[in-house]
């Protein structure tokens, strides 16, 4: 599994939040986007949740 996390660039964004500041980071699993979150240790920690997730369904397959 390709989980990613990226921080969304201006041309992706609307122009009221370019204008307030605002930051998003994109997350994408097997490149679709599946979380945006505001603050980049968020996405980092969700990232770390779906290999976590991942790792423990392919331990069950290989056990089963």
């Known amino acids: 599994m390709t989980v990613k996390v990226t921080e969304r660039d201006d041309a992706h964004m609307?122009?009221?939040?370019?204008a307030a500041g605002?930051?998003?980071?994109?997350?994408?699993q097997q490149d679709l986007l599946v979380g945006m979150?505001?603050?980049e240790t968020d996405a980092h920690?969700?990232?770390?949740?779906?290999e976590c997730q991942e790792r423990?369904?392919?331990?069950?397959?290989?056990?089963?």
């Open 14 to 18: 609307s122009h009221e939040g370019i």
């Open 22 to 28: 605002i930051r998003i980071w994109d997350v994408h």
């Open 37 to 39: 979150f505001h603050s």
């Open 45 to 50: 920690n969700y990232k770390a949740e779906l």
């Open 56 to 64: 423990q369904r392919s331990a069950e397959m290989t056990e089963s």
